[in-house]
């Protein structure tokens, strides 16, 4: 035994180590390659292209365009829950400051709704500022109750400011070209490309060294930090890049609707869009892509059962979750 | 390159760290020995700024870092390891080292956004480093894996790979030989020593008294928190107040002489 070790260490230490060569597990599948190919990102949007043609009628446009909305809001959260793995309960908040940001905006100035997306941006930091900066010290359960607690703030203060035109909030948002273009196919595909191009970002921010900084913290906070990554600053940085995506989803549904009040930015909003995130997979953007789309069309879907469909659409959810825990598309645990 | 300052550290009424005084210098390996309780991962963990001390100085290369957050210390160019390992389980083992990569890798948000040249170039070399280390550490196993699936032995080498992507001036190794075989123990001494070549100054917390005689420039003995010895193994070695700690206060001669046989025995080991 003596032996053995002696001629082990005696080996690392005079010869030159032999390439350690890497073990070869069971090759990935090829539904796994199929999954991870990176085609598939080309392959949704040419789905999300396609489908006016398929159904084109302004009911379906509707829905279909919410779905993209829906999309850029998980996307968003994923940055925030899936990368960072910060509980954020109040998600809305941010799509709630984007919209009436840009709402107010547009029909007090009287400003084309583009050009309100400057301001947007500068207004969903500095609430992503104002937010995280007290709430970010606190960790996990804390998080969740307080970030609860804004979503609701902001909820309710929209509600009680003249400016945000209170219970019955703005009406008469113009479009997002004007109101020259009010079709609906139009603004599908003006929505479709925004979306993919945020979703295409936030997955890059994921695979950069910010990213990793943000799964870092996620894995272990103190290990992150004894390597030199100032969790606070990168926890912040994640949370005012999911405050800005929610911000502009917040400009598309309100271009949408050309209406916003506070009831469309309640707490089941903020629930709907983390339902999403962990239904997809946490930290995984197809996933969480996946997500989204289901829980935004499940229920128009499930629109047959009538009275029954949100029975229905909890009980499939309680089903995917006792079946996947990881979600439907988790995130690909190797590199290759 | 570390001086350690009249450190005190109390948890309440407890002195976990009772006037530690020392340092390390360039290249040197300093172990810092000592019975469970006695306050070294405490002291560890104020020289890296995880607990902040209640009194005396820290500096690093002369810069005063007393109560500095982790991160600011990790940027002053010192990088540690865990007593119970600390990897990040769920990503893989070269994701795992890049983390030491972080503080000086050149790489801006706009660069990952728009994949410009900079991020692929910065990136590669991201990579290689964390290649580079893991080849150091000769870990063997899948590197495009999750770390939690490596056996644990290879996971202390991540995570010595991880500490050493920093490129840091001043490694902090706690307990590295805890749960390791007799071979696995004997590859990390000659790690250790290779480490030390790079021009690294070296800290250790080591119980493994074979290890601590083979490979120390200097040992610090502590005990409930105050320093009773400080100086070359084979001096440490002898010490009485060491053996006395080691093996209390009613030792009669036989028992000290035993303690001395197997403190010094285990060098010849």
Redesign the interface.
């Known amino acids: ?1 003596s032996d ?3 001629m ?2 005696g080996g ?2 005079t010869v030159q ?1 032999p ?2 060569k ?4 069971r090759g990935p599948t090829f539904v796994t390659r199929f999954l991870e190919s990176r085609h598939l990102g080309w392959a949704g949007l040419a789905i999300g292209l396609l489908a006016p043609f398929i159904i084109a009628t302004p009911y379906a446009m509707d829905v279909m365009t919410s779905a993209v909305v829906f999309v850029m809001l998980a996307v968003g959260l994923n940055i925030v829950v899936g990368y960072c793995g910060l509980l954020d309960l109040g998600y809305a908040a941010f799509f709630a400051v984007g919209a009436y940001t840009s709402g107010v905006l547009s029909t007090e100035l009287k400003l084309p709704l583009l050009a309100t997306v400057p301001a947007v941006i500068v207004v969903t930091v500095l609430a992503g500022v104002v937010i995280g900066g007290p709430t970010l010290r606190l960790r996990s359960d804390y998080l969740a109750i307080v970030t609860l607690g804004f979503g609701e703030i902001i909820r309710i203060t929209a509600n009680n400011l003249s400016i945000t035109g209170g219970p019955s909030g703005i009406y008469g948002i113009p479009g997002l070209f004007g109101d020259a273009t009010s079709d609906p196919v139009v603004f599908y595909y003006a929505v479709l490309v925004i979306v993919a191009v945020a979703v295409l ?1 936030a997955a ?2 994921g ?7 943000w ?2 913290v996620r ?2 906070e ?10 606070y600053k990168v926890k912040l940085a994640a949370y005012i890049a999911g405050a800005v995506w929610g911000g502009l989803a917040g400009v598309l549904f309100a271009a949408q609707l050309s209406a916003i009040s506070p009831a469309s930015f309640t707490f089941l909003q903020s629930a709907l869009v983390l339902m999403a995130v962990v239904l997809g997979g946490m930290g995984s953007t197809p996933g969480v892509v996946l997500g989204a789309i289901v829980i935004s069309l499940l229920p128009e879907v499930l629109r047959g059962l009538a009275d029954y469909r949100f029975f229905a659409f909890g009980v499939l959810l309680i089903i995917v979750m006792i079946a996947r825990p990881q979600g439907l598309w988790p995130h690909r ?4 | 390159m570390l001086e350690v300052e009249d450190l005190r550290l109390s948890f309440g009424g407890v002195l976990a760290v009772d006037g530690l005084t020392f340092g390390v210098g360039a290249g040197e390996i300093v172990s810092v020995i000592g019975p469970n309780g006695a306050g070294k991962t405490s002291a560890f963990n104020c020289v ?3 607990y902040k001390p209640t009194a005396g100085r820290i500096r690093i290369d002369g810069a005063d870092v007393t109560g500095r ?4 210390i ?2 002053k160019g010192v ?2 390891t ?1 007593q119970n390992l ?7 083992v ?2 795992n080292v ?3 990569t ?2 000086w ?1 050149r ?1 801006r ?1 706009v ?3 728009l ?1 410009t040249p900079r ?1 692929r170039r ?1 990136e590669r070399e ?1 990579t290689d480093e964390a290649n580079k280390w ?2 150091f550490v ?9 770390v939690r699936n490596l056996p644990y032995g290879e996971q202390r080498r991540v995570e010595i790979a ?1 500490a050493l992507a ?1 490129r840091p001036k001043l490694l902090l190794l706690d307990e590295p030989a805890a749960g390791l075989n ?2 696995e123990k ?2 990390l ?3 250790i ?1 290779r480490i030390r070549d790079l021009g690294v100054a070296i800290a250790l917390i080591e119980h493994d008294m074979g290890l601590v005689m083979e490979v120390s420039d200097r040992v610090v003995v502590l005990n409930f928190g105050k320093e009773i010895a400080d100086g070359p193994p084979e001096e440490v070695r002898g010490d009485p107040a060491v053996i006395e700690a080691y093996l209390g206060r009613d030792a009669d001669e036989a028992e000290v002489e035993a303690a001395r046989e197997e403190v010094g025995g285990a060098r010849g080991e």
Not at chain 2, 69 to 72: I, M
Not at chain 2, 86 to 92: D, H, L
Not at chain 2, 140 to 145: E, I, L, P
């Open positions: 035994m053995e070790t002696g082990r260490a690392g230490a180590d390439p350690v890497p073990v070869k597990g970002l890059r921010l695979r950069s060294r910010i990213g990793r900084a799964r870092f894995e272990d103190d290990a992150a930090e004894a390597m030199g990554i100032n969790t645990s190797r590199e290759r | 890296t700024g995880f957050r982790p991160s600011l990790a940027e990088s540690r865990f600390r990897v990040f389980g769920e990503m893989s070269l994701d890049r983390a030491g972080h503080l890798l790489q948000v660069d990952a956004l994949h991020y910065s991201g893991l080849d000769s870990l063997r196993g899948d590197r495009a894996g999750l991880r920093r007799h071979g004997a590859e001494l000659d790690l020593r």
